[in-house]
């Protein structure tokens, strides 16, 4: 009995003489992006309207009874293409009465002219008095001028003969039909509206605190809501120079490509982008970083953590912030070009905590 006591305490004795087990800690890995310097762009987003390049309201030049309508709400029609006809009758009465007005002048002034070159050969001879030659060059004269005003009514009455039948000025789509055949109809009055199957632009309304920063022809970003995949560029062609509501000026920016996804009336979102000028007066160039860097601190203070490749170590670094847009903020001091920053977990980093990198592609802020 005595033995077993002596070999236990003798085995406890050793348990204790062995060395404790090093507890190692697990190196954190971080989700990392490396910063670059970028110029300082502030972007303002602002909504407005998709809408066809061309878009016109169709109507008859003379007024009429309608007597066919080609074409319904909705119609693809191609430039040249017959859309509406008035009641010919009418129109082929008044050509037929200037045609046969105009023969009876063009008659008539070949006589006078006639009659006019006989005194003026008389009256060189000697046979007619001036008067009588004056006479006959007044009828000449007054036959001539009978002669153009008929020419003038056949002109008329051809075009307006013309003008009884509609065509479509382009390729495009019928959005709005509103009169039924046998309605009379007034000139100028709104038959249809179309609109250009090709090509579409964004209206929108800039304050007059961006409009100066705008140019002609200067290419912008846009976004629709409705389609939050899809981002085209816009060319702006129009900028307006008299403000009409609220003190905005209507901006016109033609869309780069077509998507057959768009619609007319679809809203759209512009990215303005001018010189910015940050909340502390910054002008210079800056670092865009992800939100999800940022740390914030006492005295409404901000970090970052920048990696130490040789201690592979963070560094808990207050920087300045000048803006934020989106999910982007923008610095102007506490980093230089090419630093290693975290960009997700930072509530759960320390100063001086060892990490390691993910092995994801370098994500490059500018």
Not at 17 to 28: D, L, V
Request: one cysteine or more; charged letters at 20%; proline letters at 4%.
């Amino acid at each position: 009995m005595r033995a077993l006591s002596f070999i236990f305490i003798a085995l406890i004795l050793a348990g204790c003489n062995e060395p404790a087990k090093e507890i190692t800690k697990p190196i954190r890995p971080i989700m990392w992006t490396k910063v670059e310097i970028s110029p300082f762009e502030q972007i303002r987003t602002l909504s407005g309207i998709v809408a066809p390049v061309e878009a016109t309201k169709l109507s008859f030049e003379v007024q009429g009874k309608i007597q066919t309508i080609e074409v319904n709400l909705g119609n693809e029609v191609v430039k040249g293409q017959e859309l509406a006809r008035l009641n010919q009758r009418s129109f082929n009465l008044g050509l037929q009465s200037a045609q046969a007005q105009y023969q009876q002048a063009k008659a008539t002034l070949i006589d006078a002219r006639n009659s006019h070159r006989r005194y003026e050969q008389l009256l060189k001879q000697g046979v007619v008095s001036q008067s009588g030659f004056d006479n006959a060059k007044a009828t000449y004269d007054a036959s001539k001028s009978a002669a153009d005003v008929a020419q003038a009514q056949l002109d008329i009455a051809s075009k307006n003969l013309q003008d009884s039948i509609l065509l479509a000025p382009y390729d495009g789509i019928i959005t709005k039909r509103l009169f039924e055949p046998s309605q009379q109809i007034s000139a100028g009055q709104s038959l249809f509206e179309i609109e250009g199957k090709h090509g579409l632009e964004v209206h929108v309304m800039v304050p007059e605190t961006l409009i100066r920063e705008l140019r002609q022809l200067s290419i912008l970003p846009i976004h629709f809501p409705v389609l939050p995949e899809l981002t085209m560029q816009g060319q702006i062609t129009e900028i307006g120079t008299r403000a009409e509501f609220a003190n905005a000026f209507p901006v016109t920016a033609v869309l780069e490509g077509d998507n057959p996804l768009l619609r007319a009336g679809m809203t759209a979102e512009v990215d303005f982008s001018f010189s910015g000028t940050g909340r502390t007066g910054h002008t210079g160039d800056v670092f865009r970083i992800p939100a999800t860097a940022l740390s914030a601190g006492l005295e409404q203070k901000a970090y970052v953590f920048v990696y130490n490749p040789d201690s592979q170590q963070v560094i808990k670094t207050q920087v300045q912030t000048e803006n934020i847009f989106k999910n982007e903020v923008f610095i102007s001091s506490g980093l230089k070009q090419g630093d290693i920053i975290a960009t997700a977990g930072v509530a759960f980093l320390r100063d001086g905590q060892q990490v390691s990198l993910t092995d994801n592609n370098i994500q490059r802020f500018n």
